[in-house]
């Protein structure tokens, strides 16, 4: 999800479901190493809990950025072994990290004692055409015998050869069943899975062979998705706030950042799927992603594609 779930998504999801637990893009070692830590890390305290997702494989780096992110108030320090992309190929980490579990062991091991807060791992089902469970179970022992009791599994394998990061998320077949193995052979840990999931009854079937579902695109597309994980994955009763209200809720977050310096565009992208599948919705992306509109501009904006959808909600 790196450029998408940045500071600014994370707040608007945060608006639409209480209690899902949110995490940050991919922030390499290099970036927290020698880039502007603040940039990478700051976030609204509206956005707990979330998770701060690592990519890199020394552990001395891990160690040392896990504790920025634990001193910046994350809840959870998670370590990237599933990404397939060449970019972090070439920096021996991602999915190529799981040929080499002791390593991750070792990684994971060095951010448990440099931290407090979990330390989580995502990972693949296998790598490249590998359809040998025994890959996928012994890394995940492993890894947990070094102190990860959470496992966050994206169902397919990662192909480092041959695909893009885009038809690495379509093309591998997803297989729940390997994940509902994984949770059969290690009652004690936390299993997530994550992959493929874009409706509420497949998710509510998952939720009974696991712990837990990741969503990824599905709620950057159709963020509303997440406005019944509240009561179904939770069970918290109160209602959802309603897509209308969502929007203003985000206006005055929208005026602050812009008085910071912060680019209107880059609060509105992430709320172009708010009305997804709904009439209007087209008129509202519209709006929304009209490079005039951003550019002069305010959170009144926000208006103007409501009431395009919700002409009555608007003029309230």
């Known amino acids: 999800m790196m450029d998408w779930t940045d500071r600014h998504c994370r707040f608007f999801l945060r608006l639409i479901s209480r209690h899902a637990r949110l995490y940050t ?5 290099g970036a927290l190493t020698h880039g502007d830590v603040p940039y990478h890390l700051d976030f609204d305290p509206a956005e707990h809990p979330i998770g701060l997702q690592l990519g890199g494989s020394d552990p001395q780096m891990l160690a040392a950025s896990a504790k920025l992110g634990e001193r910046w ?28 579990p002791a390593l991750v062991a070792d990684c994971v091991k060095a951010m448990r004692d440099a931290v407090a807060v979990p330390v989580t791992v995502k990972h693949r ?7 040998d469970y025994g890959f996928v ?14 496992f966050i599994v994206h169902a397919r394998n990662a192909v480092l050869n041959g695909l893009s990061p885009k038809d690495n998320r379509e093309v591998p ?5 390997v994940v509902h193995r994984l949770k059969r052979d290690f009652p004690a840990l936390t299993l997530v899975v994550n992959g493929g999931l874009t409706r509420w009854d497949a998710i509510d079937r998952e939720l009974t062979e696991v712990d837990g579902v990741m969503l990824g695109r599905a709620a950057y597309h159709d963020p509303y998705l997440l406005a019944q994980a509240d009561w179904r994955a939770f069970g918290d009763e109160a209602p959802a706030r309603s897509r209308s209200a969502v929007l203003r809720m985000l206006m005055p977050y929208a005026a602050a950042q812009m008085a910071r310096g912060v680019h209107l ?16 919705g087209r008129r509202f992306r519209q709006i ?24 009555v909600a608007a003029a309230a």
């Open 125 to 131: 089902i296998g790598l490249d055409h590998g359809d």
């Open 288 to 311: 929304l992603s009209d490079a005039a509109r951003l550019r002069d501009g305010g959170p009144d904006l926000f208006e103007e594609a409501l009431a395009a959808v919700e002409p």
């Open 173 to 177: 077949p997803l297989r729940y069943d």
């Open 25 to 29: 893009e991919m922030i390499t070692v």
């Open 73 to 100: 108030g994350y809840d959870e320090i998670n370590l990237n072994c599933g990404c397939p992309s060449e970019r972090v190929q070439t920096g021996s980490f991602g999915a190529c990290l799981m040929a080499e």
């Open 265 to 280: 565009r880059a609060i509105a992208r992430h709320a172009l799927g708010l009305y997804h599948g709904q009439s209007g």
């Open 137 to 150: 179970r012994d890394f995940v022992g492993t890894v947990a015998a070094a102190g990860c009791a959470v």
